[in-house]
């Protein structure tokens, strides 16, 4: 080779080979020795510090090793040569000259170095490095590289090739590469590149490390770059570096290239499993009874998982109908109880299950029912003698008088009376004893309210007289006798009365407090309260209801307190009141004021105070004795007297008072009057869209207003039986507007996955939407105006854009936007349909063609198998069922297949003949023994034919109670009234002994 001049940049025009010779024996030297303090320094800081990156795990590390021939491996080429983390291969990237530069693995330039020390030569040995060499001359003189500037000779492109490194199950993945690296210009370069498994890429060019204080040798430099998605979990993936030169300045000489410490690929954290959430789609988590709601999951997935769109779902509804859903999103998940409950969310994805997450108390189901409220005439009716009328007016509520339900239960249950009127009249209640009261009602939402009332009414035998009886005075002073009454009735002649007179003296009667008289005079010369009770007996027996009344003697010394009552103080025009000195203390003369009928007396208890006309009226009461002042009361509005048939007043309501423009609203009549049934009307309703502005309806519907504005409502109501009538303007009933909220809404409900070639139901809930407008990209038809699409299907593998648009007369609703994926169908098979006996126990499995799954199982009914997530199951159905298995893999559709399992009924029944509740744990209950059993009404008798028990539950059976009382030993007498489940009825009657 001839000879060639290389131009250092510190010494220029020196001749090649004497610069090598300088280099190596006196430049070199004296860099290594300055080194060793460097990298004294440096195994200080690391030994201090740590060297490894925290929180990251190590997956592949290669520093080349240290020479074991001390310098005398210099020129070992790094094609095929294995440093002990594997092989390194040499790969050309481009046009090499005949002595293009090299890459070796040598300890020429040696490695251990620390950031900022330089690349030293190799001097007594060391660790080798991955570098840039020469060769030409002296070949592999470190990390140099010739650039004589004759063109093509030295001219290269090559890239080292670090072995396989495995990063399965390693995610977020960087390299860290500590190099030394200097360019001149840009065609002399180093680059980063990885592999893959199919193709190179460039990581990034090195950047300049710089040179050491006055010398060419390089300063270590390091650096740490993320690398691609695709090396996650990617077994085959390599790190390269590639040097370029193109030999094209003159005399350039040997140059300072690269060098590699050490690479080393770390793994990242491992992605997660979900994280579930959820919400409610309306943000409403608190409402009323028997109100459906939809879920949405609000899941949030690692980037490396395969989306909400692939996972499955687990929910617990707690107090919900259904309790279980495996849908994303399920909606009509309805609550029909009042009570607080937990809501369970599971979710698994391609990286694992996530939760259970629990909200405890999320959803709060008020008790929006009617409030029923319960008054009776009568709760001590006479048997066979009085009837009951209840009414419900007090009760609370939107209440549908269509759906009240009354029931009246007597203790033994042999007589049930029912109505369904919201003011029961005339209910006869014939047997003697309590009779609990069960009434319903719905309000016009659908809600139901029951309320239970044991023991409400008690029906009395009343064979003996109708007691009643008046007394000529009931406040009055000591010392004074008073005449009672006897008012009683009989069908036969009373033949005895029982008076009981607390604090009194009958007269002629030696023991006080008592009377056998008809009419006795009683005198009280204690003060108090005191109450007398009449009971008396007639042929029939004695009377089962005694009648009472309060008696007040007052002392009648002390100063006077004036008080009074009335007969009656609501009355009609024409009619008379009875008025009653209730005053205590001392007194002797009254004055009486009846205000507006200038009338007045000066009795203690005046009678027949006739009012004509209507209105309210004061009445005074003025006491005196002679000694103290006299002491006054007034009582204003005391005396209220009525039309009794008063003119009609007109009232409304509206079912809503503002609307958007196009909507419509009802009306409802809720005027007074006498009469109101039979009220007619006359409606004006401003601004109402023409042929609905007036009616003549009690309740008009469908009042529909198109402009904006406030608007006001007319009300005529006549009453043709008086005739009289009354008008009523409504101000600013109804506001109409137009605002972006009244826009409509869309509530999509659009599949997310399908398997290419099949259809699917797409649906949504409009919410005030006039037209609707459905885009299937990919599907078959690609396009809808219906509100209801039906079947769209898909025959192409992939994933689609659906568009979901809708319009009113305030413009276009926001418009939803959803992908759907059709996946590849797997070839699931559930097996053929089979015939069972009930109560045998068999597998199904669910086959995929040979293919090892690796995907997920679901089966339904899931109370029907034991493990619904299993590939094989038992099952042991009751009935005839229909399972339905489901299986999911990543990048493919969910495949549905169902078997019918027919079950063989062998039906079965039974009732022990005896048995002892004595609680020693066997045969301590009675119950009805079989299976089969869809239906069944149990009823046991004692010997006097009173029912005992009764149960229309097989698990339920009769410990020996009645009334939460031990029944004596005996024979007692059942009925059973059974319906099996492929229909037949059958009745059995026998005989059960209760052994003690």
């Not at 040598?106 to 060769?135: E, P, W, Y």
């Not at 199950?169 to 360019?183: D, I, K, L």
């Not at 006869?428 to 309590?434: D, K, M, R, T």
């Not at 199951?873 to 495949?895: G, H, K, L, M």
Request: overall charge negative.
């Amino acid at each position: 080779m001839s000879s060639r001049t290389n131009v250092n940049p510190y010494f220029h025009g020196i001749n090649s080979n004497i610069w090598r010779l300088i280099f190596t024996q006196s430049e070199r030297f004296f860099n290594s020795m300055r080194t060793v303090g460097f990298l004294t320094i440096a195994f200080l800081l690391l030994f201090t510090l740590g060297a490894s990156t925290s929180g990251s795990a190590q997956i592949y590390e290669e520093d080349f090793g240290d020479d074991p021939f001390g310098c005398g491996g210099q020129g070992t080429l790094a094609n095929g040569f294995d440093p002990g983390q594997g092989a390194w291969n040499v790969t050309q990237v481009g046009t090499n000259g005949p002595i293009a530069n090299r890459w070796y693995i040598s300890n020429s330039a040696v490695g251990n170095g620390f950031l900022g020390g330089c690349v030293d030569d190799c001097f007594f040995g060391g660790q080798r490095t991955l570098h840039i060499g020469n060769a030409s001359g002296n070949v592999d003189s470190g990390a140099f590289y010739d650039e004589p500037g004759n063109g093509f000779p030295f001219l290269t492109a090559t890239r080292a090739e670090s072995p396989v490194i495995d990063c399965s199950g390693s995610f977020t993945n960087t390299v860290t590469v500590r190099f030394a690296h200097n360019s001149l210009n840009i065609a002399d370069f180093a680059r980063i590149e990885y592999f893959d498994g199919v193709n190179w890429n460039t990581l990034q060019n090195f950047t300049n490390s710089g040179l050491c204080f006055g010398g060419p040798n390089l300063i270590w430099d390091e650096v740490t770059i993320p690398l691609p998605a695709s090396a996650n979990n990617n077994a085959n993936v390599r790190i390269g570096f590639t040097w370029f030169n193109d030999d094209s300045e003159i005399g350039a000489g040997l140059r300072a290239s690269v060098a590699v410490d050490f690479v080393r690929v770390d793994a990242g954290p491992p992605p997660s499993a979900p994280a579930p959430a959820f919400s409610v789609l309306d943000g409403n988590t608190d409402f009323c009874e028997l109100s459906c709601i939809t879920f949405i999951s609000e899941t949030v997935f690692d980037p490396f998982s395969t989306g909400a769109g692939s996972a499955t779902y687990a929910w617990e509804f707690e107090g919900a109908v259904p309790a279980t859903s495996a849908l994303q999103n399920p909606s009509n998940i309805c609550y029909n109880e009042p009570g607080t409950y937990d809501v369970t969310l599971t979710v698994t994805d391609n990286i694992g299950t996530g939760g259970p997450l629990i909200q405890n108390g999320y959803i709060t189901v008020q008790d929006c029912g009617p409030t029923i409220v319960v008054e009776i005439d009568n709760a001590t009716p006479c048997s066979g003698e009085e009837c009951v009328n209840l009414t419900s007016d007090n009760s609370i509520g939107d209440i549908n008088p269509a759906t009240w339900q009354w029931i009246f239960t007597s203790a033994s249950g042999l007589d049930i009376v029912s109505s369904n009127q919201a003011n029961p009249t005339n209910i006869c209640l014939n047997e003697i004893g309590f009779y609990d009261v069960s009434v319903s009602v719905s309000n016009f939402a659908g809600i139901p309210e029951v309320v239970e009332l044991p023991n409400y009414i008690e029906v009395l035998d009343c064979t003996g007289p109708e007691i009643a009886f008046s007394v000529s005075q009931q406040v009055f002073c000591v010392g004074t006798c008073v005449q009672f009454t006897d008012e009683s009735t009989s069908s036969s002649p009373i033949t005895a009365w029982n008076w009981t007179l607390p604090g009194g003296q009958a007269v002629g009667e030696t023991e006080p407090g008592i009377s056998t008289q008809q009419n006795p005079e009683v005198c009280y010369d204690i003060p108090g309260s005191y109450w007398a009770v009449l009971s008396a007996t007639d042929a029939q027996g004695p009377t089962a209801r005694p009648d009472s009344i309060l008696i007040t003697v007052d002392p009648c010394t002390g100063p006077i307190v004036a008080d009074f009552g009335a007969s009656d103080t609501l009355i009609c025009a024409g009619d008379c009141v009875d008025f009653q000195n209730q005053s205590l203390g001392f007194q002797t003369d009254y004055t009486w004021i009846f205000g507006g009928i200038n009338q007045t007396s000066t009795e203690a208890n005046p009678q027949v105070i006739c009012y004509e006309s209507p209105g309210s009226y004061d009445v005074t009461l003025i006491v005196e004795n002679g000694i103290d002042i006299p002491e006054q009361i007034i009582k204003t509005d005391f005396i209220v007297v009525e039309n009794c048939i008063n003119p009609p007043v007109p009232r409304i309501s509206v079912s809503q008072d503002t609307i958007c423009a196009g909507k419509c609203v009802d009306f409802f009549d809720e005027s007074t009057g006498l009469g109101s049934e039979f009220f007619e009307h006359e409606w004006t309703f401003a601004g109402a869209v023409e042929g609905s502005e007036t009616s003549t309806d009690a309740n008009p519907s469908q009042i529909c207003y198109n402009n904006p504005g406030t608007y006001d409502v007319v009300l005529k109501v006549k009453r043709l039986s008086v005739p009289d009538s009354a008008t009523q303007v409504f101000t600013d009933v109804v506001t109409v507007v137009n605002t972006p909220e009244c826009r409509p809404t869309i509530i999509p409900n659009i599949p997310d996955t399908i398997c290419a070639g099949d259809c699917a139901f797409f649906s949504a809930d409009f919410i005030d939407a006039d037209s609707v407008r459905w885009t299937f990209t990919g599907g078959t038809p690609e396009t809808s105006t219906a509100f209801e699409p039906g079947l769209v299907c898909f025959p192409e593998v992939g994933d689609f854009l659906i568009v979901l648009q809708a319009y009113n007369e305030s413009g276009e609703a926001p418009p939803v936007i959803q992908t759907i994926f059709a996946g590849e169908r797997p070839p699931l098979n559930a097996g053929p349909d089979i015939t069972i006996n009930s109560g045998a126990v068999v597998e199904l499995t669910a086959s995929l063609g040979g293919q090892v799954p690796n995907g997920t199982f679901l089966w339904q009914p899931f109370d029907q198998v034991d493990n619904f997530r299993a590939q094989t199951v038992q099952i042991s159905p009751e009935e005839t069922t229909a399972f339905i298995v489901y299986y999911d893999q990543d990048s493919s559709c969910t495949a549905i297949d169902t078997v019918n399992v027919t079950v063989n009924f062998v039906a079965a029944i039974g009732v022990p003949n005896s048995f002892s509740p004595n609680g020693d744990g066997r045969n301590d209950v009675l119950r009805v023994l079989g299976q089969g059993i869809t239906r069944m009404e149990f009823k046991i008798f004692n010997r006097y034919g009173q029912l005992v028990f009764e149960t229309t539950n097989q698990n339920e059976g009769w410990d020996g109670l009645h009334n939460e009382k031990e029944l004596n030993a005996g024979t007692f007498v059942y009925t059973l009234e059974v319906t099996f489940a492929e229909g037949n009825r059958e009745v059995y009657t026998g005989d059960v002994n209760l052994v003690r």
